[in-house]
Structure formats: structure tokens, C-alpha cells
């Protein structure tokens, strides 16, 4: 079975820092793009971070640019999210996803892009 696992949520306060990781099994991701996604209360599912297969290219929402880092590992098939400077707005639940469609606007195609890891909850206290 195809899986995206992600670990590395957690609580932790305004200004400090988390990685997010997120491990491929039963395939490997490595010629696919990934990003992370995440989605807070009431709110629809947003791109935070994506990057290309061989991780030339990458794309941050404008919430996370100089704070967040994506980055990948595809001997360990493994995608991260390096988030320091953490806010109270970026409490969410956070996605990995791999593309699956193979265009280079992937991340924003909706869910139907993409093969999706379960959310891991991140809170930012005040």
C-alpha cells in the first residue's frame, strides 16, 4: 500500500520552530514533486511549500517565505518542512502531498492533485 507518513507536529510557541517529515512507503516519490498543504479551522486547504522531484525548484506561499524551508531526501524518500519562526496563524493541520499529475502548477489543482499523507496538527501558542 502506497503511504505518505508524516510525523513532527507538535505545540510550540510563537516564535519558535518545528520540522515536518514526511516518509514515503510502499513506492517511491522520488520523480514526483511534493509539497506541504495545510488547513486551519474554518478555513479551505492551502499550499504552503512544494518542491520538484530533484528539488531545483521550489515554491512557498507568501505567509512563509524566509520562515519556512522545504526540502527532500530521495535516498530516504522522505519530504520536510523546516518551519522556524512560527506565528499563531500557522496553526493548522498540516499535509504532505506528492503530485500526481505532473504539471508544474500541481499545487493548485485542488485535492484531486495529489496522493495524500495524513495531517499532522501543528499549534502555535501565543
Known amino acids: 500500500q502506497q503511504q505518505l507518513v508524516v510525523s513532527g507536529g507538535g505545540l510550540v510557541q510563537a516564535g519558535g520552530s518545528l520540522r515536518l517529515s514526511c516518509a514515503a512507503s510502499g513506492r517511491t516519490f522520488s520523480s514526483n514533486a511534493m509539497g506541504w498543504f495545510r488547513q486551519a479551522p474554518g478555513k479551505e486547504r492551502e499550499v504552503v511549500a512544494a518542491i520538484s522531484w530533484n528539488g531545483a525548484s521550489t515554491y512557498y506561499a507568501d505567509s512563509v517565505k524566509g520562515r519556512f524551508t522545504i526540502s527532500r531526501d530521495n535516498a530516504k524518500n522522505t519530504v520536510y518542512l523546516q518551519m522556524n519562526r512560527l506565528r499563531p496563524e500557522d496553526t493548522a493541520v498540516y499535509y504532505c502531498?506528492?503530485?500526481?499529475?505532473?504539471?508544474?502548477?500541481?499545487?493548485?489543482?485542488?485535492?484531486?492533485?495529489?496522493?495524500w499523507g495524513q495531517g499532522t496538527q501543528v499549534t502555535v501558542s501565543s
Open positions: 502531498a506528492a503530485d500526481k499529475t505532473g504539471g508544474s502548477k500541481w499545487y493548485t489543482l485542488g485535492t484531486a492533485c495529489c496522493y
